[in-house]
C-alpha cells in the first residue's frame, strides 16, 4: 500500500427535512450574503427553491442568485457567479442542484478569493489546482445522485468552443457542509437518476481498477459500495418514490468520491474511462453517466486482451461484484463484463455508441482528443489508437 | 434508512514516515507548547519517542510530558494530564499510543477546557457527552491499531474502585491530525496484535447487526472491511513486519469507527459486547479485544434463538463475510458462528472463559454490573440474566 492523507471536511446532513438546518448552520460558518446558485426550472416546480429562499429568510440572511448552470457546466457562468458574488459583497456560495451545479459552484468559490482568470485555477502539473490557496464557504443541497461532487474536492467545468472538459481539484473545495435529502431526488426522470447510477458505479471501478498494491481494505469497501449500487437501482426503477433505494443511492454518490477514498494508497489517479467519455459529453451533449456505461465493458475486454497480467483484477470483480462462481480467471473476467452489460440494459442504458447516436466518422477525433486528456493508461497503455480501438468495440 | 449527520474531522497522515510531518502540521493548528502523552516505555525502545521528539525539536516546538498511562486508562491519569497542560499553559494535546493513552487524551484535552470535574463530561442522557463545548487540539500518532481512536470521537476511561468504564463522547474529540505508520506497530507482541483484531471486527459486527433499516450501503461497506481484516490478520502472524497486512489492519482499525460510518443511519447505538467485555476487563485486568472474541459467538447463538426474526442478518453475515454458501438459514448463521469461531482460534484467542481465566463464580456479579452500563439489548432484549446466560455459554 502507497503513502496517503485522508480528509474529507465536509459534514453531510443525510436525510428528510434537513433542509431544515440550513439556515443556522449558513450563520454558523458565518455567512450573511449568500449567492444561491442553480441551473433550471426544476427545484422551483419541485418547492425545493422555495423551502432554500424560507430558510435564509428565516435566519436573516439575504441572497442574490446566478441562475441557468447548464449540464456540463461552462467557464461562463463561473465568470458570472464570480462576478455577481463580487458585484454583490457576498460571504457564501449556496449551490442547489446536481453535479453540475455544484462543479460550477466550487470553481466560483476558488475563483472570487483568487486575483487573475479562474481558468489559472485548473490542475496544473502538481496533479491538483495548486493555484488556489483559498475559496469562499460554500454549502450545497444535492437533488441528483451521480457525481459526488457534494463530499468531495473535485469539479469539471467545460471551456472554449470545442468544449474541452477541465478540473478543479484540491482539497479546500470540499464544501464545509452539504444537505442530502432523498426525496429531492423523487422528480429526477429515469434516464437521468440512472445515468447518475452509471456514474457512480464508473467512480467505483476507475478506483478499484488499478494496479495492485494490497490495498485490501479500500477494495473491499468499494466492492460493498458496488454491490449495493447494484442491488438498489433496480428498486428506483420500480418506484421512483422508494425512499430506501433513493437514500441508498445518494449515499453511495457520496461514498463514492468522499475523500477519493477507495483509491488512496493505491497508485495514480487515472479515471481513463472519464477521459474519453468527457469527449462523447463535449460532442454530442450527451449525459456522463451514459457516456460510461457505453465505454466501460469495451475498455474491460480491451484491458483484458492488451495487458493480461492485469486479468486478475477482472477476474476478481467478477467473483466479488458480479456474482460469479466459476474459477477460470479469463471465464470469470468475460462473465463479469456480461453482467455488468446486462446491468447496463436493466438500467436503460443504450447497448452501443451507435444506438447513443454517435457517428462512426467522429470516433477518431474524439479518441485523438481524449488522449489530451492525459494520463489514460494505469492498467494498460491508451493512446490515440488504443483509444479509437476501445471506441470502435463500443460502437 | 434513518437521518443522520455524517463528519469525520480528523485528517490521517498514513504511511511510512508520515512522522515528518508532525512538527509543521502542529504548528499549523497553533501548537507551539504540547502536552507529550505516552505510556509505557516501549515507544522508548523502539525509537518512536526519539522520532517525535526530534520533530517537536526541529520546529521549535516546546513540550512537556505525560507518561505511565495504562491500558484501560485510569480517570487519575486524566486529572494528572489535566493539571500538567494547565500548570505549564499548554497549546496542544500529542498522544502517542495505542488506544488507551487517545483515549486518556481525549478526555485530557476536553478536561482542559472545562471548568469543573472531568467526571461530568461522559456520556449523559443525551447520548453524546453534551457538556463539552470546547476542546485543547489533539494529534495523535498510532503505534497500534485497534480501537479506532485515531479517527473517531470517543473514548473510555475507568473510574473508582470497581474499575467502572464510562465514555467521552462528542464530535469535537476526534483528533486534528493522525499519523499512522504500519512500520509502528511492527513489534506489538502478537498477542496484543490479534486482541486488536478481535476488537476492530467487533466494532465491525457492533455497527453491523442492529435491525435492518435497509443501509444498505453502509452493510456492504462494513462487510468489505470485515472481509479485509479476516483476510489480513492471518498474514501478521505469519509475519509480523508484513508491512501491507500491518497496513491494511491499521487502515481497518481507522475506517472501522471514523464517523461511526457503518451504523449512521441505521437504529441504536448498541454496542452489547463491549458492555459485557468491559466487565471482563475491570475484574481480571483482560486485554479487551479479547473479551470481545470470547463472548461474540455466545451473543450470537443466544440473539438467534431469542429473537429467531433477527436470523437473516446472522445468515447475511455468514453468506457475505464468511463465504458460507448454505441456503438454509438457520444452518448459515450456525455455520457462520463456526467460521468466525474458527477464525479468532487462528488468531489465537483463547477458547473460552474457562480457559481465559476466569472464575465461575464470578459471571454473575459481572452480568449485573453489564447490565448497569445500559443498552445492551437491541436485536434483542438483554437484562442480567441474559448477559448471564451468554456468559454461562462462553464459558
Request: charged content about 20%.
Amino acid at each position: 500500500m502507497n503513502n496517503f492523507i485522508f480528509t474529507i471536511p465536509t459534514t453531510a446532513y443525510f436525510g428528510k427535512g434537513q433542509i431544515n438546518i440550513l439556515g443556522n448552520t449558513i450563520k454558523s460558518h458565518g455567512g450573511s450574503k449568500v449567492l444561491l446558485a442553480y441551473g433550471g426550472g426544476s427545484i422551483k416546480a419541485n418547492g425545493i427553491y422555495d423551502a432554500t429562499v424560507s430558510q435564509l429568510n428565516g435566519a436573516g440572511i439575504s441572497f442574490v442568485e446566478l441562475n441557468g448552470i447548464q449540464p456540463n457546466p461552462r467557464i461562463e457562468s463561473v465568470e458570472e457567479g464570480i462576478r455577481i458574488y463580487r458585484d454583490n459583497n457576498c460571504d457564501f456560495i449556496l449551490g442547489v442542484g446536481g453535479g453540475s451545479t455544484l462543479d460550477a459552484c466550487k470553481a466560483i468559490a476558488a475563483g472570487v478569493k483568487y486575483d487573475g482568470p479562474v481558468t489559472d485555477l485548473f490542475v496544473d502539473e502538481s496533479g491538483i489546482s495548486s493555484r488556489i490557496t483559498a475559496v469562499a464557504p460554500l454549502a450545497t443541497i444535492l437533488t441528483m445522485a451521480g457525481t459526488g461532487s457534494e463530499l468531495d474536492m473535485g469539479g469539471v467545468i467545460t471551456v472554449g468552443e470545442d468544449h474541452k472538459k477541465k478540473v478543479v481539484l484540491h482539497p479546500l473545495l470540499n464544501p464545509k457542509f452539504s444537505i442530502l435529502d432523498p426525496e429531492y431526488t423523487y422528480t429526477v426522470p429515469e434516464h437521468h437518476s440512472m445515468a447518475g447510477v452509471a456514474d457512480i458505479l464508473c467512480h467505483l471501478m476507475e478506483q478499484y481498477f488499478t494496479p495492485d498494491v494490497a490495498a485490501t481494505v479500500q477494495d473491499r469497501m468499494n466492492e460493498g459500495v458496488m454491490k449495493a449500487v447494484l442491488e438498489e437501482a433496480p428498486k428506483i426503477l420500480a418506484d421512483p418514490q422508494d425512499y430506501d433505494a433513493r437514500a441508498n443511492i445518494m449515499w453511495a454518490s457520496s461514498m463514492a468520491l468522499a475523500g477519493f477514498q477507495f483509491v488512496l494508497g493505491k497508485p495514480g489517479f487515472p479515471f481513463p474511462l472519464h477521459g474519453m467519455g468527457h469527449e462523447l459529453s463535449s460532442m454530442y451533449d450527451m449525459t456522463h453517466g451514459v457516456t460510461l456505461a457505453l465505454l466501460t465493458p469495451s475498455w474491460m475486454r480491451h484491458t483484458i486482451s492488451t495487458a493480461p497480467q492485469q486479468l486478475p483484477i477482472f477476474a476478481q470483480f467478477a467473483r466479488n461484484v458480479m456474482g460469479v462462481s466459476e474459477k477460470d480467471d479469463t471465464i470469470a473476467a468475460e462473465a463479469g463484463i456480461e453482467a455488468l452489460e446486462a446491468f447496463y440494459a436493466a438500467i436503460k442504458m443504450p447497448a452501443n455508441l451507435r444506438e447513443a447516436g454517435v457517428k462512426e466518422e467522429d470516433l477518431e477525433v474524439m479518441a485523438e482528443k481524449a488522449v489530451e486528456n492525459g494520463n489514460l493508461g494505469i492498467l494498460t497503455s491508451i493512446g490515440k489508437d488504443e483509444a479509437l480501438q476501445i471506441m470502435r468495440m463500443a460502437f
